[in-house]
């Protein structure tokens, strides 16, 4: 089950983009999913009820950390500041649900290996916040590592988020 925005694919939230081109874009992934829980525009909620109860059933739901949401956690990536998304940390803390991070290598044409690291082992016994912010820094050091190993694997570069600013 993966997390997407309604918008995933989309160059821009046009009528375009979101009526044909995101659309497209999601078909290709959608082979390899069990099942897509959709973020809707309108920026209600429904969703989060799902996602819960997916995570109390012990499903496995993937979301992408390295995106901006609603609450973000303000990280070092590569030695610059950049805002996360709290969301998997705090669907974790509130589920009892485990907290893995993963990253995919590609080895060749068509040829690539999945990587599941441990789980983020944050201090549940803390308040909710302390623990969503402990597991956002790990989250931004384990990506730093990937990131200093294969460097040509990051989409950050592309996505036009990641602060570079000529020296």
Not at 6 to 21: E, M, N, V, Y
């Amino acid at each position: 089950m993966h997390l997407s925005d309604a918008a995933h694919g989309a160059p821009s939230r046009s009528r375009l983009g979101l009526r044909w081109t995101a659309p497209l874009y999601c078909r290709a992934e959608e082979p390899y999913l069990a099942d897509r829980i959709v973020i809707p525009l309108d920026g209600s909620l429904g969703y989060m009820r799902a996602l819960l109860e997916r995570l109390r059933q012990n499903a496995v739901v993937s979301i992408v950390g390295e995106n901006r949401g609603r609450n973000n956690a303000a990280v070092s990536i590569l030695g610059r500041e950049m805002e996360l998304a709290t969301g998997a940390p705090a669907l974790a803390a509130k589920s009892g649900a485990a907290l893995l991070t993963a990253h995919v290598v590609r080895l060749g044409s068509f040829h690539y290996r999945l990587v599941i690291h441990e789980p983020i082992e944050a201090e549940r016994s803390s308040d909710r916040k302390e623990f969503v912010r402990q597991a956002a820094h790990e989250f931004a050091r384990r990506l730093d590592a990937r990131i200093a190993e294969h460097p040509v694997e990051w989409m950050g570069w592309l996505r036009k988020r990641y602060p570079v600013v000529a020296d």
